[in-house]
């Protein structure tokens, strides 16, 4: 311990340039993180290592004052004191306090905002190395409410987990925390407790999809069963109307008018609500976007604006929005027609976004990297993109190298339970399609992970494995042990990515 300490107080004059100093004494290692080191109130705060786990390291000349706040192993003797300090909430709350950068913002004013999400909690140093080098504005923390219950995490963890990396990292340009696909106030208010600034209303669910079957009498009965006012409103404002909407013609017959009224009526309503309560809790700047994404038909043009103008004159000043483009935009793969093909539709919903002020914001672009050059293009570079699950995958592929025995315990995790976990999902790996893991030799599991059906598998697979007590914690380990493999490797994907979306370099 008495090493650690003198290491500790003595790494301001680091002059190594790599992130690590490593300093190898009896039987564990330690290293820091040197972009992690500052000063402040006559303290030394950094982030370090050693074989099993991350934790801070606040050295201190006074026993009183900013170290005395941290929660941890007080390591000091003879006038210098150290505190050795575990990951935890109340160490992160601390961490915020006194480096503000660390805190998440809004994205308000960016251009290129992008959603990174790190399911696992290790990738956000890997999300910085790329996004350092460009100009956008990442959204480091983002999870959705379903991915919490899968992950048997919280809002407080992704923001901890985030607020760490970037404290370690020591990136002070600003990130996001996009709560995404809350679907009740219930899921906005815990959001809006634990900090997040980037909410993400989702209202799919309250879209009576059973209308787009509906045969004329069934439309005008479930029509007029909708209140004397809506129905006024529908008829007043959109039948057999025609608007001018960015050199484009959107028009809505009697019908369409009716059906938007009935498809939408609770969905509308539901945004319109939850826009305003997020109003009443706030006291900070945030970023409002509406998603109808998931659902299993691609959003008609016609429809985006009903949505986006209904919000619209009732006050909802969302920031991005997210139609469903295709569905056949299925998760973690790539798209199943072509750039041009979903460029025509693409760009019509980006005439609706600006229309409204806002941008559009692409769900689910893992995977999909043939389609960033065109979103690119057809917004002007102003756009929203989640791409979360790349992140996921790439600890998925690093496991398979590095530890062929735990990616196979995983992928029988995941197979077992693909069948449940897929309905959560836009997805469709066809269990018979993916063979079993216990045939196949080490050096193939790499390939095996490219076949689409298997990377789908894996995509959703994360709802089992991380939730599972004795893989979740192997998991970490090798995380852990491969760090500078798994940041680099992240660090690669990402700057490939953002060099396809067209994000200016600094
Ligand atoms: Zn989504």
């Not at 760490?164 to 990292?169: N, P, S, T």
Request: aromatic share 10%.
């Amino acid at each position: 311990m008495k090493n650690i300490l003198q290491t500790a107080s003595g790494l301001i004059d680091s002059h190594e340039d790599h992130i690590r100093e490593n300093i190898a004494r009896e039987e564990s290692s330690v290293s820091f993180y040197k972009r992690s080191i500052h000063k402040t109130d006559g303290a030394i705060v950094s982030m370090g290592r050693d074989q099993k786990e991350r934790f801070l390291m606040v050295v201190s000349a006074k026993e009183t004052g900013l170290i005395s706040e941290f929660s941890g192993e007080q390591i000091g003797d003879g006038g210098i004191f150290a505190r050795k300090c575990p990951l935890n909430h109340h160490n992160a709350k601390i961490i915020r306090k006194y480096f503000p950068w660390t805190v998440p913002t809004s994205a308000a004013g960016h251009d290129l905002t992008v959603g990174f999400g790190d399911r696992i909690g290790l990738a956000t140093l890997g999300h910085v190395a790329a996004a350092n080098s460009f100009k956008i504005f990442p959204v480091l923390a983002q999870q959705s409410v379903r991915e919490l219950q899968m992950t048997g995490r919280t809002f407080f963890d992704v923001i901890d987990d985030v607020t760490f990396q970037v404290f370690e990292a020591g990136y002070k340009d600003g990130y996001g925390a996009d709560a995404d696909h809350l679907k009740t106030i219930g899921d906005i208010e815990i959001a809006y407790a634990a900090g997040m600034t980037f909410f993400t209303i989702d209202i799919s669910d309250r879209i009576k999809v059973a209308a787009l079957e509906y045969d004329d009498k069934q439309l005008e009965t479930a029509f007029a069963q909708l209140d004397k006012d809506a129905q006024g409103r529908a008829l007043d404002k959109y039948s057999g109307k025609e608007f001018k909407v960015g050199g484009k013609k959107i028009a809505f017959t009697e019908k369409m008018a009716k059906l938007c009224a009935v498809l939408y009526a609770d969905a509308i309503t539901f945004g319109i609500d939850a826009a305003a309560h997020l109003k009443s809790l706030d006291s900070r700047n945030h970023d409002l976007e509406i998603c109808f994404d998931e659902v299993n038909f691609s959003t008609p043009v016609e429809h985006h604006f009903y949505i986006a103008r209904e919000l619209h004159d009732n006050g909802v000043d969302f920031a991005t929005i997210a139609p469903s483009f295709s569905k056949d935009f299925e998760q973690a793969i790539a798209f199943n027609s072509t750039p041009e093909e979903f460029g025509k539709i693409f760009a019509l919903h980006n005439v609706v976004a600006e229309f409204f002020n806002s941008r559009l914001s692409i769900h689910s672009g893992s995977g999909k990297e043939a389609l960033f050059a065109i979103i690119a293009k057809l917004t002007g570079g102003k756009f929203h993109i989640k791409i979360s699950g790349t992140s996921w995958l790439e600890a998925v592929r690093l496991i398979a190298v590095k530890d062929p025995v735990l990616f196979k315990i995983m992928y029988s995790c995941a197979r077992d339970n693909v069948e449940r976990l897929k309905k959560f999902y836009n997805v469709s790996p066809d269990i018979d399609s993916i063979p079993e893991v216990s045939g196949i030799y080490d050096d193939q599991l790499t390939a095996l992970l490219e076949r689409p059906s298997v990377t789908q598998m894996m995509h959703v697979g994360y709802g089992a494995i991380l939730k599972d007590k004795a893989i979740h914690p192997m998991l970490i380990a090798i995380l852990h042990k491969t760090e500078k493999e798994y940041v680099e490797g992240l660090k690669n994907i990402y700057t490939g990515y953002l060099e396809l979306m067209g994000a200016v370099r600094k």
